[in-house]
């Protein structure tokens, strides 16, 4: 089977979050993130949300969403208060079309807060 070509595949977003918990694993941060987005919208807006986890290290990860469902996915990040059975906090720092695009947030944040 061949794959689909760039214009007919789906169109996702990614969020740079910034985790402030102990050492969490990427696992626990999907779980976390998965479990707010099912409690807030239901296993409807779940599916049409499609979160998933594509990248994590240290204190930042990476989530990918549908496109359009952005700000959705946020507040359900912003709802989190639990991960992986320590209390956790996701900040929100960047939205972008790339995993490039995301990463690039946090050179961006960490040269603003050493500028203080």
């Not at 946020?74 to 995301?102: I, N, Q, W, Y």
Request: with cysteine.
């Amino acid at each position: 089977m061949r794959p689909l070509p760039p214009t007919l595949r789906e169109n996702r977003r990614y969020i740079l979050i910034k985790v402030e918990a102990g050492e969490i694993t990427q696992k626990e941060i999907y779980r976390a993130a998965a479990d707010s987005v099912r409690d807030l919208f239901g296993d409807v807006g779940a599916s049409r949300i499609h979160p998933a986890v594509v990248w994590s290290e240290g204190e930042y990860a990476i989530v990918r969403c549908s496109r359009g469902h952005e700000l959705e996915m946020t507040a359900a990040l912003a709802c989190v208060t639990k991960a992986g059975g320590h209390p956790a906090v996701f900040r929100t720092v960047k939205t972008s079309g790339t995993v490039l695009g995301a990463k690039k947030g946090i050179s961006v944040e960490k040269r603003y807060l050493h500028e203080d």
